[in-house]
């Protein structure tokens, strides 16, 4: 463990939220921890680099006493804030989470648990997003206590064998006792299958306003997948890249013509 | 073109934006177009899905008289709300853009003219990013006539050859006159250079605050990527999907053991 010496545990739902003190809790065990998260929830912000105005950061104290800091800006953000020089320490490692719901299939570019660590790997340090394998039905208070054992477990691997560069790890996690998580599987990305309606409603003025509604998105458990190792029962770890071409296609629409585009103003 | 009768045109720099106009003025040549975009700048800010907060949708005037819809959401959202069922008209495409600064290599995450065909694709719609290959540097104001113009082009292809589904084509078109373009190349998506620089300063009452500064990236201008075309005086035409899975990592991350972890609470 030699080579992590400083994690920065960031998250999208706000400093406050119980998974970031689980996992800070944990990665303790294994390192220095420096805490900057949101001051309020960022979820389905997506990769954000907040150009228009000022970031302000500032000092608050978690429920177990210890001191972190926050800030007005996205997930992401507070990774560039911590990763372009607001601290003296090199960061070697970034923890994102721990989200309260799954991350998997689509939801990763919406998702601010995942762009955090998208935010790392620009700035060429390692990533890491960890979510719990639940749905938004799930009730509440939930139990962070197996999954921050597990993120540990993951981050001691990781250092172990280092990250190659440009490649960062979405980690879902069943939400399950300890002793009932099956392993793990290395993953590629499942389709999510998103079940979202416009609900349009009146306001008490007449004016209509929309919400996105509808029900929480399931996903196709297919083997191989995130989403199918997660409904199995197996800590899903997807190894994720910015690189989004679509080499298959490259050819195909080559083949289109494009060479000789008839320029013409009509 | 008999299979695209309603195009949505909406951009992340506002409904006013000069870029969006040149776009949708183009697009009425083929098309009905169906404008609803941002009622604010929205760059740099990811693929947003907002939940937390409800949605207006207004009617604007547009500077040649033409009439456009705006609502206070995302880029994305604003994807999300037209296909999610706001218009009777059926969507055939969507198109994002002109953006007045390039989206290349390591931009598409953050971008929102990007991410808003990313949400176009989610609801399987085709969708396409349209940016000029300048960085933001360029004077103003600048002149959207030619890339609007190979924007019709490129959607006259796309709609004789059918877009596969899952994919979005993001397309960056060099700041030149018409005449002085080379062509198109198909490209995949090359290495974005960030020189961000973490600026700190101190306001009238003594408060720290954080601007992300330093200077416009830049790009290793390869031959085969976005960069290198749009450097060559090429438009790039880059197929992007939603699957960010890195392959190739999934044997060598098997290697690391993990389907015996030790579970254990210590």
Redesign the interface.
Known sequence: MSEIKHILVTNDDGVSAPGLLALAQEMRKIANVIILAPDR?W??????????R????KEVTLSDGTTALTSDG?P??CV??AL???FDEKIDLVVSGINPIANLG?D???SGTV?AA?EAI?WEVPGLAFSLGTNDNHPQPLDYSSAA??AR?VVE?TA??KL?S??LLNINIPYLP??Q?K???????GLRV?R???DR?VDPRG??????GGDAPTGTPEEGTDVGAVAAGY?S???????????S??P???D??????????K
Not at 43 to 52: E, F
Not at 54 to 57: A, E, F, Q, V
């Open positions: 929830n979820s389905g912000s997506g990769h954000v680099k907040t150009l228009d000022p970031l302000r950061i996205a992401s953000d560039a804030l372009l020089g607001y689509h990763v570019t919406y762009t998208m620009i054992i597990i477990q691997k172990l064998h190659q440009g490649m300890l002793e998580i392993g793990t599987r290395i993953t590629r990305q998103y979202d309606r416009l409603r004016r209509e306003y929309f919400w996105f800590v770890i997807t190894p994720l890249q910015l690189d989004l071409t679509m080499y296609a490259i195909t629409l080559g289109w013509g494009w060479d000789n585009p008839q320029i013409s103003s």
